[in-house]
């Protein structure tokens, strides 16, 4: 039996994005997002609100990082979305530590083992948020986080995810099947 | 030690989006898509190639319902994603249930237990891809995945994820966290 909800929108799973800009004084902020996504091969997508430090920073330095939380994280993650870049250096009350991106204008947070470079390429407001765009051009994975091929092992990354109906952080789970491959069965 | 990727784009985790229309002649279509997610409060994001026959639907209709792959539906899911719906009736090969939406001019896909209904708000070709908004105007969800409290409980819904780096699906985990509240150790 189907039941309406009318507007409300649950979309799952969402990510926890870790969006790391400078700001003019080339102070460093961050702050997490679950509203955005892959949106190319090379570009991802995020919807912020007008006001964050960060939508600020964004059309200044037209640069951003763009770290994945995981479970090692996950405090550290969700203190990024409490706390207003206006009002607090949360890169300094955190003690995390952040190096200069060689490729963008914008700050690396080292305690995450995967993070997007990405240059802004389009940023404009839309249906109330401002609509950015990232082209990526590096990724950086920690060695902790590859399997023996060298590839990004979301058994070692565990990436978290926003539960937008209870409000909570849920952990990536197990491998259930292969991509392209199990639909096969329906040939 | 951290090691540079250049382009490559891992993103996680990705959503598993079973995105149905209906051509002009009223037949049902779906397809899948990693590559999309919320992007408001009550909106959500597709970029999809601009060949597929969902696209070409999508200019025509401007509507569609998203449904979220889950673990029960993960052959039929990857069915979607494997076939194109220029060549088969994806709909009619898969054997499943599909009404019309009351809201909008879409098929909803029965075996899937949450759907949002949505009419398409902007649609233009950006990065390569087909960027799509739709505005939700209905969220219908099953019964058998709700919580006591009547919401949608993603331990009953089981949503899939698309690994880009191994290319499988997974399953959202555990909850390990509580959102807005973890992070106030490090206030």
Known sequence: MKKNFWKKTILAPLPVLIVATYDENGTPDAMNAAWGGQCSAHHVALNLSIGHKTTKNLLQKRAFTLSIANLDNLVLSDY?????????????????????????????????PLTLECKVVSMEERFGEMYVVGEVLNMQADESI??????????????????????????????????????????
């Open 80 to 112: 990024f979305g409490l706390v207003s870049g206006h009002k607090t250096n949360k890169i300094e009350v955190a003690g995390v530590h952040v190096s200069k991106s060689v490729f963008v204008d914008a700050p690396v947070i080292e305690e995450y």
């Open 146 to 187: 590859l399997d023996a091929a060298g590839r990004v092992d979301y058994d070692k990354l565990k990436p978290l995810s926003f539960d937008s109906s209870a409000r909570t952080y849920r952990v990536l789970g197990e491998t259930v099947g292969t991509a392209f491959k199990d639909g096969e069965k329906l040939l």
